[in-house]
């Protein structure tokens, strides 16, 4: 039987830090979720709180629908796995694997159970093997093994690969991702290793800070990230941030000035892209997966493209594929601390965080419908004429060769404040792209860009997503 996970606004606190900032998160019976983030973000913890191995400091945990905050660990029926997990020296596979079952119930034989399990882990071969005869690969099938065979009705582990060479890890990942199937548990896996999370997942959710940012299937994750850092966080090579403005005049076409240029939103504006007319002005930052790019002239433009170009810094042949690494006189946005992770007194991170920049973003839109006349920030911030390098029309490309080798101080429009200084890095190669290997490029050369902006996210100051608009939006009182 397998059962859900509930954590309610859960904290740890270690002295006077906090490791977990009130952390609600459910997981249904026989889920696979994955925590996922950097080092020191709280997903061990978080994970020891559900087997008991830690006090809860504020909120509470449900096991099975049933208060278990103050239930004993040995009562909880979990099993986990760790990173380095200790088996008896002195036992064999199958003393390891059966020791919790003569714990539990010493008069039965419990040799079927025993070999049922080494099946399922494909170590039927090393039941006789004391641990220091097997590898670390093999001494970690075991230990899930020492944890499965009791049949768990939860399922934790803690950076179970993490020890393991590259090629063993992805063998032991899908193995894991059958035998969890298989088993039909509800299992929680922690790593800080965002392919791993990926593949593995039902759902990943995303900690940062002690605090959940984003809990979504991979797909969603990857495609609708809710903030700046889940963004960057998932997807290799890692999604291109740059500082941005908006420019959305009333009379003209939208576009997003990016340093030297200008990505010029395609008509009829899409809805999401609508939206961020209440941005006028405002510094935001502009996310361009690697794949969101390709190289091509002007002309070549599909329905939903626009043109960019960009200097060749660097090339790196993957053999399927090719990564190159532009210059495109933009800056890079850098993410750490880009936003308040903490929780507002009233609800959870990623919602609470939403919330007042919606609010504030939709008093801005029915202010600006009611007066209908540019206010006084879109007056205050729209562009002073074009940006360098971005040529007039509704479709410009950059002129051939109009993209500097060197990138000049600041962004023309730029509203200073929202993204200081000593965050800013002044780009060598600002952009990546993935591309076929047909296409030969040499560094130094300049070469032409289609982004497609159906692939467009762009984030506020704060670092939430603003494009696509976010999931939650409260009604807009017209
Ligand atoms: N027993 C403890 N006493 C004091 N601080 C602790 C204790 N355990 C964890 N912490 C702190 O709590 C924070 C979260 O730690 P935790 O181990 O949960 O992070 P993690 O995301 O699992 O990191 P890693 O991936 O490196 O294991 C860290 O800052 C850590 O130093």
């Known amino acids: 039987m397998s059962r859900a996970i509930e954590l309610r606004e859960v904290s740890k606190r270690f002295g006077d830090a906090y490791a977990v900032r009130r952390v609600s998160l459910t997981v249904e019976p026989g889920e696979f979720l994955v925590l996922l983030g950097p080092s020191g973000c709280g997903k061990s913890t978080v994970l020891r709180m559900i087997a008991g191995l830690e006090d809860i400091t504020e909120g509470e945990l449900f096991l099975g629908g049933e208060p278990a905050s103050d239930v004993l660990p040995?009562?909880?029926?979990?099993?986990?796995?760790?990173?380095?997990?200790?088996?008896?020296?002195?036992?064999?596979t199958r003393e390891n694997i059966g020791f919790p079952l003569r714990l539990r119930d010493p008069s039965t034989n419990h040799e079927h159970q025993v070999r049922a399990t080494a099946r399922m882990l494909a170590i039927e071969d090393l039941l006789e093997r004391l641990p220091a005869q097997m590898s670390g690969g093999e001494r970690q099938r075991v230990a899930m093994g020492r944890a499965i065979s009791r049949r768990p009705s939860v399922f934790l582990l803690d950076e179970p690969l993490s020890s393991l060479d590259a090629k063993l890890r992805s063998h032991l990942r899908a193995e894991i991702a059958r035998i969890v199937a298989e088993l039909g548990v509800t299992t929680v896996y922690v790593t800080h290793d965002q392919a791993e999370a990926m593949s593995l997942g039902d759902r990943v959710a995303v900690m940062r800070d002690g605090v959940l940012q984003q809990a979504s299937a991979p797909r969603d994750l990857y495609a609708r990230p809710a903030n700046v850092f889940v963004a960057a966080f998932v997807g290799t090579p890692r999604i291109n941030l740059l500082e941005g403005v908006v420019n959305a005049p009333l009379d003209g076409p939208m576009a997003l000035d990016l340093g030297r240029q200008r990505l010029r939103l395609p008509q009829p504006l899409t809805t999401d892209h609508q939206l961020l007319r209440i941005q006028q002005g405002r510094p935001v930052i502009v996310g361009l997966r690697p794949e969101a790019v390709r190289i091509g002239?002007?002309?070549?433009?599909?329905?939903?493209?626009?043109?960019?170009?960009?200097?060749?810094?660097?090339?790196?042949?993957?053999?399927?594929?090719?990564?190159?690494?532009?210059?495109?006189?933009?800056?890079?946005?850098?993410?750490?601390?880009?936003?308040?992770?903490?929780?507002a007194a009233d609800g959870g991170a990623v919602r609470s965080a939403r919330r007042p920049w919606l609010d504030r973003a939709?008093?801005?839109?029915?202010?600006?419908?009611?007066?209908?006349?540019?206010?006084?920030?879109?007056?205050?911030?729209s562009v002073p004429g074009p940006v360098p390098g971005a040529g007039p029309g509704p479709a410009p490309g950059p002129a051939r060769g109009s993209v500097p080798g060197s990138i000049p101080g600041s962004v023309p429009g730029a509203v200073p404040g929202s993204i200081p200084p000593e965050r800013r890095t002044t780009a060598a190669g600002d952009l990546v792209l993935r591309s076929g290997p047909e296409h030969r490029v040499r560094v130094g050369g300049h070469i032409p860009l289609l982004v497609d902006l159906a692939r467009l996210y762009v984030f506020d100051h704060t670092g939430m997503r603003i494009c696509p608009a976010p999931d939650q939006m409260p009604v807009l009182h017209t």
């Open 362 to 381: 939709l008093h801005r839109v029915s202010s600006l419908a009611a007066a209908r006349e540019p206010g006084p920030a879109a007056r205050r911030a």
């Open 74 to 92: 040995r009562e909880r029926d979990i099993a986990m796995v760790f990173q380095n997990f200790a088996l008896y020296p002195s036992m064999t």
């Open 297 to 343: 002239p002007p002309s070549q433009a599909r329905p939903g493209e626009a043109a960019l170009g960009g200097v060749v810094e660097h090339v790196e042949y993957l053999g399927h594929e090719v990564l190159v690494h532009l210059n495109t006189g933009s800056r890079r946005a850098v993410v750490p601390d880009l936003e308040s992770s903490r929780p």
